[in-house]
């Protein structure tokens, strides 16, 4: 896979030192945007969004017009191939005869890594399934870095969906990485953390804890960042309907909270957050929509400068089949599958190399 395109599939493909540089280009941009309105010209993003999504696809779409290049879109199913039944693959490869880089949302995970391997032109996974959404965390860090002028030594609670919440799942991995992190995960018992995530923490000996009480978290936090109960993940509608209203963040809790806490949200709201906080100081909901459309200037700008992948091929294992029915090598045509070794030496595990579960 040494040919392989750059791509940003999982945030961990980019060093905290790339993240530094990511900001410093999407500062220069707000700052000078005219620097930048033809940086792009002549070159074409696809965005191919088979999921729900009104930010991170116009975000993009933003993005590459103030870079001066052109936008090419697949909204739904309905209207493409897919709908005949037609792979990730094929799909990607034919977008990538017309296309320069390519966005992509689609609800299985791993479906970005799927479409990577196939194409000779950089992929951004915009969310892939349940999984991750690594450009919701470049928003993520420009905001947290511009409020907190650090990632270090925050005390960062994750409250909602943390088992389908993907935006979750990146935020943690990136700020995994850096000295002086606690995170504090408040959800129901039926969407705690995924393993994968929690594995990962134990390794790196990162600090956390679990509770259900938003109430008894709040004080301590120094980001909360909400998500949604996301209706469409759910298999079972009475247990979203059971679910559905766990934390509602009110006026009474955020008087709980440190006067510089960061209330943040990756949108879209349900209840979630009462609209009463929207003029609180504290919410930066919004900043982060402008701060995505920044950083993602700034990584189209990255890509299409750096276009082959540093990353070193990793050793797959092809003898398990993945248990998890979201999970792309399941219904992919002719997808081997394939498997990383990761874990303590004494205790290692197989984890999927597209969706990150534990081989049974
Ligand atoms: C999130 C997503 O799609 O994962 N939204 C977004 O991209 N800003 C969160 C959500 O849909 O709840």
Do not use: W
């Not at 191939?81 to 949302?105: F, H, M, N, P, Q």
């Not at 999984?131 to 905001?143: F, I, R």
């Not at 990756?266 to 609209?275: A, G, Q």
Request: proline share 6%; with cysteine.
């Amino acid at each position: 896979m040494s040919d392989m395109m750059r791509s940003l599939i999982d945030i961990l493909d980019l060093s905290p030192r790339e993240i530094d540089e990511l900001i410093a280009t999407a500062t220069d941009i707000i700052e000078n945007p005219s620097a930048y309105s033809r940086k792009c010209e002549g070159k074409k993003l696809a965005t191919l969004f088979f999921e729900p999504s009104t930010r991170t696809r116009l975000s993009f779409e933003a993005a590459m017009y103030e870079l001066g290049g052109h936008v090419l879109s697949v909204t739904t199913t309905d209207g493409s191939s897919v709908a005949k039944g037609e792979s990730i693959a094929d799909t990607v490869r034919t977008v990538s005869c017309y296309a320069d880089i390519i966005a992509l949302r689609h609800p299985q995970e791993g479906a970005a890594l799927v479409a990577a391997q196939s194409v000779p032109v950089p992929v951004i996974n915009a969310g892939d399934g349940g999984h991750c959404h690594p450009t919701q965390t470049l928003a993520d860090l420009l905001t947290i870095h511009r409020e907190k002028g650090t990632f270090e030594n925050l005390t960062v609670g994750v409250c909602g969906d943390l088992r389908y919440g993907r935006t979750v799942h990146s935020l943690i991995g990136a700020l995994s990485r850096y000295a002086g992190i606690r995170f504090v995960m408040i959800s129901p018992r039926e969407l705690r953390i995924p393993g994968y995530v929690t594995a990962s923490l134990q390794e790196n000996h990162i600090p956390y804890t679990e509770t259900l009480s938003l109430e008894e978290a709040i004080p301590d936090l120094d980001i909360l960042y909400m998500t949604r109960i996301q209706r469409e993940r759910f298999d079972d509608p009475v247990l979203y309907e059971a679910l559905k209203d766990s934390y509602i963040l009110t006026k009474d809790k955020m008087a709980l909270a440190k006067e510089d806490m960061c209330v943040m949200h990756p949108l879209p709201r349900v209840n979630e957050i009462s609209v009463a906080i929207d003029n609180d100081p504290r919410a930066c909901y919004f900043k982060q929509v402008r701060n995505g459309k920044y950083m993602r200037m700034a990584l189209i700008l990255k890509l299409m400068r750096e276009p082959f992948s540093p990353k070193e091929p990793r050793t797959l294992y092809h003898h398990l089949r993945c248990n998890n029915p979201r999970c792309v090598s399941r219904t992919e045509q002719e997808l081997e599958p394939s498997f990383i070794l990761t874990g303590p030496k004494d205790a290692p595990v197989y984890r999927c190399y597209y969706c990150e579960h534990k081989a049974r």
